[in-house]
């Protein structure tokens, strides 16, 4: 029990650790804000020059960066309707219209406290209870990925906005996007036209930077009339009975972000976008409508997408499976200082399961601390002039999208995908969908090949499967009830109950 204690608190005794937790924490913030800086690009990088270092040294850093970089992304979603990462696509759904009523520092308060509670959430059960989760995430075969993924294109009704049918139109625009370039399975060429610059995808980040950002900008350009938006920043923590009234959303996002970060190549992207959903599903009267500035909707995604941090090293520790790429790469480094992660690393090394999780938990503190400092610079970058603050935006989208690749040809695909979003916001079609069907598309395309390839093709066998598994039967009906919940049937019911409801 002392030796688990001497390891847990091992980063927070030893000043070179603290301060490489520190350093690594307060660069992921600022690298997860700026779209196209990938957490998962600085850590490949960080392999290189760490290589040399002890293990702890080399962890110390690259927790760090994970852990702030997760969160970072919210401060350009939130400030201007970018996503540094899409972990935070869900984010700016009503933290940037919160800031166009003037309340960035509150938003961006209220994100940093939620990160940093779902983000121990996640730490805590990676603590207490690694070795189950692990064993529920590998019970999940290709065809419960399959469903997961398709459950996450039903979301598209939370993103929707007013009209399900454009939204349904965006989603599918998106999983359409997600098929081009070079079949996962057979390697022959879906969309491409001949084109080489094709076979590769479309790259998920440029559609987003695009998207969000470069249609924002060109819609603003109807308003430059308008003055910038004063922010308030006398309020950035959130009040106490903030906190005790989004508490039991936030724990109910954060197991959904543990969950979905365990299992293995998922990640917070969709862990956010399926918390979103859930909070407007439980937010019966939100004092605000979700995209317009709902405090729910932050609360949800902000405590999934870091709580799915702590779920993505649960398979890396327990089994040798990433939980995502970012853990992938992580493997990748302790493999390189001579480290098997796996089952046996719990029994053979067990001071780095330890050290990992007080680590991260000293990141997480961390972020906090970074999280509510320097807010009232970072609004100042929403009051700018808006012909200074809309090139900036414009500057920003246009490096963000080359660094991705380095190549132009993602910087054309923002600029196009820019133009698109314009035109699709002008007349009433989010943009929110058409992200969600790119990311999810591929897990649902690879994982259906996978389901009827075991099955040996077989699509008797694979439904028959799908209802004898009792993992795929619950996510099939889960499947059914959220399509029965949308039908004109079940809402017309659910209005008439409620009357009744509320006389009773």
């Given amino acids: 029990m002392m030796d688990a204690l001497s390891y847990l608190f091992a980063s927070w005794l030893q000043p ?54 997760v969160y970072g992304g919210s401060r350009t979603a939130i400030l201007l309707n970018i996503p540094g990462a899409p972990a935070a696509i869900a984010t700016a759904l009503d933290g940037y219209p919160m800031a166009k009523k003037g309340e960035a520092g509150n938003a961006i308060g209220l994100s940093t406290v939620m990160s940093f509670f779902g983000g121990f959430v996640g730490i805590f059960v990676l603590a207490v209870a690694a070795p ?44 359409l996007l997600g098929t081009v370039g070079l079949d996962p399975m057979t390697a022959e060429q879906r969309f491409t036209f001949g084109s080489v610059e094709l076979m590769n995808g479309i790259s998920p980040v440029a559609l987003m930077i695009g998207l969000f950002g470069v249609s924002e900008a060109l819609l603003q350009l109807h308003n430059l009339h308008l003055a910038a938006v004063k922010q308030k920043v006398d309020k950035i923590i959130p009040s106490f009975s903030d906190l005790k009234k989004y508490l039991p959303l936030s724990l109910q996002t954060s197991a959904i972000g543990v969950v979905i970060g365990a299992l293995p190549g998922t990640g917070g992207d969709i862990a956010a976008l399926m918390a979103y959903d859930h909070a407007k599903r439980v937010t019966k009267d939100p004092e605000v409508p979700f995209g317009q500035g709902a405090k729910e909707g932050l609360v949800g995604p902000e405590s999934a997408n870091n709580a799915a941090v702590g779920g993505a090293y649960i398979p890396m520790l327990t089994l040798g499976i990433p939980g995502d790429a970012v853990t992938a790469v992580i493997i990748g480094a302790l493999f390189i200082h001579g480290l098997n992660p796996g089952p046996l690393l719990l029994i053979e090394k067990p001071d780095m399961f330890w050290f990992t999780v007080g680590n991260l938990t000293l990141a997480n503190i961390f972020l906090l601390v970074f999280g509510l400092t320097g807010i009232k610079i970072f609004t100042k970058i929403i009051e700018c002039p808006k012909g200074v603050l809309f090139p900036l935006i414009l500057l920003l989208s246009v490096v963000g999208a080359y660094s991705i690749n380095n190549s132009l040809s993602d910087v054309w ?75 004109p049937v079940w809402k017309a019911i659910k209005m008439h109950a409620s009357p009744r409801l509320g006389r009773g």
Avoid: C
């Avoid at 009433?428 to 058409?434: D, I």
């Avoid at 077989?458 to 399509?483: E, K, R």
């Fill in 132 to 175: 189950v989760v692990s064993e529920f995430a590998i019970l999940f075969q290709p065809r419960d990925y399959m469903l997961l993924a398709v459950m996450g294109i039903l979301l598209v009704g939370s993103l929707s906005g007013e009209s399900l049918a454009k939204g349904i139109f965006a989603g599918a625009l998106g999983m």
């Fill in 413 to 487: 695909w923002m600029l196009g995908f820019g133009v698109l979003g314009y035109f699709m916001k002008l007349y009433g079609y989010q943009v929110g969908p058409v992200v969600l069907g790119i990311i999810l598309s591929r897990l649902m395309d690879d994982n259906w090949r996978r389901a009827i390839i075991s099955e040996q093709e077989s699509l008797p066998a694979f439904f028959y499967g799908m209802i004898t598994s009792p993992l795929s039967a619950v996510l099939f009906l889960a499947i059914v009830l959220i399509l029965l919940s949308q039908t």
């Fill in 16 to 69: 070179e650790l603290l301060a490489l937790t520190a350093v690594g924490t307060a660069a992921g913030i600022y690298i997860g804000a700026i779209p196209g800086l990938s957490v998962t690009m600085a850590v490949s990088i960080l392999i290189s020059f760490t290589f040399g270092w002890e293990v702890n040294h080399a962890l110390a850093l690259m927790n760090g960066i994970f852990m702030g970089g």
